[in-house]
């Protein structure tokens, strides 16, 4: 008989040690439990204002494209401008490179002008400021110095860096165009010498170095 008793007596004392912690601390749980139904709910809310912002800068995204696939270069700058202004960020970036690409159609300047902003943004990830970095050396590649383009490119060229195959390209062909035989000797040798080097960039470097003769200075 003393058994049940006994059980008796500690589901009493149970009972009321809880009912003086929930006296204590009921209102506390209550708010508790209040701020994470709070939190999960204005979680949920962002989540889906994110995706809902995602989705209209994609739209606005794939309309710009379509208007510089149909020739309408100055409505689709504006539109990518205005995805730049208010677009999400993985596609203001997008539209970043897409409006240069389309400005480099017939303002070379105002596209590397562009270029170099994205390449400086430090808010940009380093492979993304170096592809820009590149687009840039491509439009200037015909007409700048070697010297300029050693500033802009040569940093690109060391070993680990994500473009550097086409920026050591690029390098040789402004050597090659500057008649400096020793600059274009050094980037070519650095490019077919590297067992990384894609074979298209090889073949075409091993073509510049044999085949046609250096352009003058200046």
Do not use: C
């Not at 999400?88 to 596209?111: H, I, M, N, V, W």
């Amino acid at each position: 008989m003393s058994d049940p008793i006994l059980r008796e007596v500690d589901e009493e004392v149970r009972r009321e040690r809880l009912k003086k912690l929930w006296d204590r601390y009921g209102g506390i749980a209550i708010a508790v439990a209040i701020l994470i139904v709070a939190g999960i709910g204005g979680w949920r809310a962002w989540e889906w204002n994110q995706t809902r912002q995602a989705a209209q800068s994609g739209a606005a995204f794939e309309a710009a494209v379509k208007l510089a696939d149909e020739g309408k270069s100055a409505e689709a700058v504006s539109a990518f401008e205005r995805i730049i202004a208010e677009g999400t960020s993985g596609y203001r970036l997008l539209a970043r490179f897409r409006e240069a690409a389309e400005l480099a159609e017939k303002d070379r300047p105002a596209a590397v002008k562009l270029y170099d902003a994205i390449a400086a943004d430090g808010g940009q990830s380093p492979a993304m400021r170096d592809l820009a970095a590149v687009r840039a050396g491509l439009l200037l590649v015909d007409s700048a110095s070697l010297d300029e383009m050693q500033k802009r490119l040569e940093p690109l060229t060391a070993g680990g860096r994500p473009f550097r195959h086409t920026a050591r390209e690029l390098m040789a062909l402004s050597a090659w165009r500057a008649g400096d035989a020793a600059a274009t000797r050094k980037w070519v040798d650095l490019i077919v010498t590297d067992p990384e080097t894609p074979p298209n960039t090889r073949a075409r470097v091993e073509v510049l170095a044999s085949g046609a003769p250096a352009v003058g200075k200046g």
